[in-house]
């Protein structure tokens, strides 16, 4: 019984062999760039710790040292804390115009370049690489790199940042903008076509209507994220509340009150942004209301 029970059961196929022996192979390679991706990580770390001024392993035990004296020096002059809040408020507000202003043009911008680089949409075919080439460097560049050669070319402020911010968002919502109008429906498009509708009246009328929803809610997002990239570029002469909280944290004790005090402005500002944001982009793509 045993032996008939054994001949009877079914044997790999020659295909099922095969795709064992290629999943084994798989997790073999796998497993064999983990590693080497951990050796490279772990050599990475011991030469920056090396390089690194004083070292950053005998530094680790005072990382909460910066952090308690900011709060300690802050508590102590916690009755200046509503002036100081409003010392900086134009600071703040200068911040929030530069992530509006580049928000602003970024999306303006990147909405036209991604119906000129969507197929099926764009006038000229051989267009759509150029631009889209041209949105990936928008992307690939950092704000801070841009910020900086601005600086040197204009002078540190607001400008700079917000030329900065702008570039990089209008790639970013570039590349969005394109694959939200991918898949927005043709029909509009040929009913207009066939009334003589131009390119532009078109788009104007047959696919901006359609997406609007999704590009207003990705433009949201991406003014959430410009705030905080504002806020850094502060750091390098760009104006806003970043540049205040430079100058207060290079001064040392004595400024860590006004220090702590923008730390607050900031988070506030950023949560509320982002409470708020999340509610309008829910009702614009799901119509839910929170």
């Known amino acids: 019984m045993t032996d008939l029970t054994a001949s009877s059961a079914p044997q790999p196929s020659g295909v099922t062999t095969s795709y064992l ?18 050796l490279l990580l772990v050599a990475g770390f ?6 690194n001024a004083g070292g950053f392993l005998n530094g ?23 002036a100081l809040l409003w010392k900086y408020l134009p600071s703040l507000i200068e911040t929030v115009n530069i992530a509006g202003a580049a928000t602003l043009i970024g999306a303006l911008i990147g909405g036209l370049l991604s119906l000129l680089v969507t197929r099926g949409l764009a006038p000229s075919r ?25 600086i040197f070319i204009l002078g540190g402020g607001p400008v700079p940042a917000m030329i900065a911010i702008a570039v990089h968002t209008t790639g970013a919502l570039g590349k969005l903008f394109s694959e939200v109008a991918e898949n927005a429906p043709h029909g509009p498009l040929e009913g207009l076509r066939s009334v003589g509708a131009g390119w532009t009246q078109r788009m104007l009328f047959g696919v901006v209507p359609q997406v609007a929803p999704n590009w207003l809610s990705y433009a949201l997002l991406r003014f959430e994220i410009n705030i905080r990239a504002s806020a850094i570029l502060g750091f390098v002469g760009a104006g806003g509340l970043g540049y205040d909280l430079r100058n207060a944290m290079s001064w040392g004790p004595g400024k860590f009150d006004e220090a702590a005090a923008i730390f607050i402005l900031l988070f506030v500002t950023i949560v509320t942004v982002d409470q ?5 982009r829910n009702r614009l793509t799901k119509g839910a209301r929170v």
Request: proline content about 6%; overall charge negative.
């Open 21 to 38: 022996a290629e999943v084994r192979l798989r997790r073999l390679y796998s497993g064999a760039g983990v590693l080497i991706f951990v």
């Open 46 to 51: 011991l030469t920056a710790n090396d390089r």
């Open 60 to 82: 680790l035990p005072n990382i909460f040292d910066f952090p308690a004296d900011v709060i300690s020096e802050a508590w102590e002059k916690a009755y200046d804390l509503p």
């Open 126 to 150: 051989w267009a759509i690489i150029p631009i889209r080439r041209l949105l990936d460097i928008f992307r690939a560049v950092p704000e801070i790199v841009i910020a900086l050669i601005l």
């Open 276 to 280: 708020l944001g999340g509610s309008l």
